[in-house]
């Protein structure tokens, strides 16, 4: 909603429904839980062998990578969702570029991006522990959406399919 609410441009609202939305838009008070979803989604791919990082795993790191940045941005209400904005907030050298490639991006950089991103919005480096990365996948198996997702094509060896 924040996305809509801080982007969005009228084509054709003949009843204002969108400045409704806007004018009603409330911050919630954390967004310290999208953040930790994202980096979970990410630690749970950048845990995998490059090998089993197909395509439709690294579409799931760039859905988590993104979602933890945008919301580590409006946690501190001021909402970016352009990745050259995020890569300036954050100051990741090539996050931009790494986030226009993402259709053809190798799991090398993925891993290599998702360790900084993790490290920078976590504060810690990412455990890489059997025990630490089965608890991961156990916990955002748990979380429902994308999350769930994530960790079911983990499991399970989804394929290039999705």
């Not at 939305?21 to 791919?45: P, Q």
């Not at 748990?142 to 769930?148: E, Q, R, W």
């Amino acid at each position: 909603m924040l996305h809509i609410v801080e982007e969005a441009r009228v084509l054709f609202d003949p009843i204002a429904r969108l400045d409704e939305l806007k004018n009603s838009f409330v911050y919630k008070d954390s967004y310290a839980a999208d953040v930790e979803t994202g980096c979970r989604i990410i630690a749970a791919v950048v845990s995998l062998p490059q090998e089993k990082m197909n395509r439709a795993i690294i579409r799931r790191y760039f859905w988590g990578m993104r979602t933890a940045l945008m919301a580590a941005s409006a946690n501190e209400r001021v909402p970016l969702f352009s990745a050259a904005d995020l890569e300036a907030r954050f100051a990741i050298v090539g996050l931009e570029r790494h986030i226009s490639l993402r259709g053809d991006a190798r799991p090398g950089d993925c891993r290599e991006f998702g360790l900084t991103i993790y490290q920078t919005l976590m504060g810690t480096s990412l455990p890489n522990d059997q025990r630490s990365i089965k608890q991961n996948l156990e916990f955002i198996m748990g979380l429902g959406g994308v999350a769930t997702a994530t960790a079911g094509e983990i499991i399970y060896g989804i394929g290039e399919e999705l």
